[in-house]
């Protein structure tokens, strides 16, 4: 069966430093991974995806992530954080053509502090 | 021109209660799902349907049903709610051979 882990419960950061999202999964196959972003009482929005191809992906707001397989290891990234990124973050997996659903880590909450 | 739509966002209700969530995509997509998000933030799958054919069903008391009257509307009724069934409900579509899961607005219930 397919999981994901998000190690971190909350991440806070200040204003203009990198962010570090961290995620881990396990997969039978060859995995596609998710993240996505949740803002206060708002739904989930996609981010970026990693499905084949370059192990670095670039998503919306100038997030990225780099797909490990040796770590199983998809951790998100921006360069320079901003107040406006707190918020949580999932980061998903799916197993095709073994399992078609999304399998959601618990979830990390992002603070940055200006 | 809202992707994934879900109506109400807010529902309050009493214990014993049966209630409905609509869901509706315009994306052309043809693969639907709702899932739960619990008071700790973790999200579940419940449902997902394809072609208006059921195709997940994961372990959820059959108080819930879903139906889906067409590829682009898939609806949850929810019978003789219970105090636990309070969460967030997201409805989210895709292609089926696709990739990338789009999700609504999500429907806060409160069972009281």
């Known amino acids: 069966a397919q999981s994901v882990a998000q190690p971190e419960d909350q991440v806070n950061v200040a204003e203009g430093n990198p962010l570090t999202v961290k995620c881990t999964y396990s997969v039978s196959g060859n995995p596609y991974l998710f993240w996505y972003v949740q803002y206060p009482n708002r739904g989930l929005q996609f981010l970026l995806k990693y499905i084949t191809g370059d192990n670095l992906v670039k998503g919306s707001y100038g997030f990225e992530a780099e797909f490990n397989k040796s770590q199983t290891s998809f951790h998100l990234k921006k360069p320079s954080a901003l107040v406006s990124d707190s918020a949580l973050y999932f980061c998903a997996v799916r197993d095709p053509p073994n399992d078609y659903k999304l399998s959601f880590g618990a979830g990390t909450t992002v603070t940055v502090r200006a | 021109d809202t992707a994934v739509s879900q109506t109400p966002k807010y529902l309050v209700t009493q214990m014993g209660n049966d209630k409905s969530i609509k869901c509706e995509q315009n994306?052309?997509?043809?693969?639907m799902y709702w899932y739960k998000q619990d008071s700790k933030k973790f999200l579940k799958i419940m449902f997902s349907y394809n072609n208006k054919e059921l195709i997940i069903n994961e372990t959820v008391p059959n108080r819930f049903s879903p139906k889906s009257p067409d590829k682009a509307h898939l609806n949850l009724h929810i019978n003789s709610l219970e105090l636990g069934d309070s969460a967030v409900y997201f409805c989210?579509?895709?292609?089926?051979?696709?990739?990338?899961?789009?999700f609504g607005e999500g429907s806060w219930l409160t069972v009281v």
């Open positions: 989210a579509s895709s292609r089926r051979s696709g990739n990338t899961i789009y």
């Open positions: 994306l052309g997509h043809d693969t």
